[in-house]
């Protein structure tokens, strides 16, 4: 189970629950498997995926989207769990698992993952599962450690590293997950390696009261003075929010962005791109960890040329984003996407090789 190493951990736990924004949001997720697939194609890695997805799964970038429809299960007050295809995230993306078996798969896995979680702030715990696709680490550090503010045994790189566990051994996988068979596990590593590489997944920063950025690992402010940013949910840009400007991206590098014309070409100069992502050797179990950091490290860009201010007056409240140069950091945001997008695919490409050689 769940164990706090830090005082200071336990008390930023109860603070790193995100709205329901979706890394990347299904578009990225797709375009990261679908490169996936190309870059392992005739690979026996490429069999081996084929061969736990099934055949009507079939791909990587079908399967992407798994975890982010698993969002969609919602247990009734009598304690079933049930898949709701009527939601208001409700996705074209999620029918491929809407059959009998796989909506069953969707509700089984949310139950099992329902409660091995601390509660927030004394409640009982719901929903762990959702705490599986990010890590909020300050952006003053350059590299994820599992003993800094924002990290946890749940976070998205112990959920990497104990899917990465049940492909390799099977099943059961570390405590706390509960990850029944392969192909729950690959539905999980095609999504999560993903959602790594977002930079608001993995770099937070936390504000102080007058909204300069504090670093809760300093020990130089008192923890109840540092105010979470939810992965920048609470950072309100317009009527949206700087963790969904993040996780949109632009149609160009969506799949039917790069089907045709000019769009064909990018696509190629993308997966040149992933062939040339530095390979990765040792223990790849500690792969997650070498990609987590270097995401903290890009994160920091991402909060840079911006100012914050308290929206009304309680602590809980949101924050204002205020830009130097909107334009420039748009630009830099879109440049930032496809260059994390590629790098996705390729260490997800990687992973699954080193897995099945
Ligand atoms: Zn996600």
Redesign the pocket.
Known sequence: MFHCRLALVCVLAGFVWHTPA???GHPG?QLVGSLADELIMGTNASKKVAAILGPQIRSLQTAATW??CVRDVQRSSSGTFKYNDHSMYHSPACVPFEGAAERKRMEEFARRNWTNCPGEQGKPASECHKQF??ADVAVQHRDYKRTWAGTSDLDVVSAIQAAIGVLRNGPPATAPFSIKTKKEALFMLA??V??LHQPL?VGAIYLADDGSVVNPDSGSIPLAEVMQTRGGNKLEIGVSNLHSEWDDIPSSITLNGLKTGPGKKRRQAMIAAARAVEGMTGDLTLWPVTWASDTVTVAQNSFTGLRFSRKGVLKSGNWVVQFNDQTGYDNAKERVQQQQLVKAAANLAQLLKAIWP
């Open positions: 979706l890394a990347w997720h975890p982010d696709h990010f999504h999560f993903g959602d997944h």
